[in-house]
Nanobody, 119 residues
């Protein structure tokens, strides 16, 4: 059974930092790990993605502020979020993408962790 467990969310003031972590279990041959977020009334958006060939992609609005990293041996990924802004307020989700036979794609989600940036 695939499990993705996020942690590290919370309430911070603008300009502060947070580190989110996601522990993955029950899955192998991951093609990409990602962080998504969803704010109330908005669609879920990709924040950062790291592929199996070590390519990293970031949402334009977080470039230079957020850093994706991971510990492959422990199947844990992190999202270092610096200089947080109120518009970063959202529920953040960890996601894993796995390709199957015949180009089938399987995406798995964590339960989400709330990040609130407010003064």
């Amino acid at each position: 059974q695939v499990q993705l467990a996020e942690s590290g969310g919370g309430l911070v003031q603008p300009g502060e930092s947070l580190i989110l972590s996601c522990a993955a279990s029950g899955i192998i041959d991951i093609s990409a790990m990602s962080w998504y977020r969803q704010a109330p009334g908005k669609e879920r958006e990709m924040v950062a993605t790291s592929t199996s060939d070590n390519a990293n992609y970031y949402l334009d609005s977080v470039k230079g502020r957020f850093i994706f990293s991971g510990d492959a041996a422990k199947n844990i990924i992190y999202l270092q979020m610096n200089n947080l802004k109120p518009e970063d307020t959202a529920t953040y989700y960890c996601s894993a993408l796995k390709y199957g036979a015949g180009n089938a794609q399987y995406r798995y989600w964590g339960q989400g962790t709330q990040v609130t940036v407010s003064s």
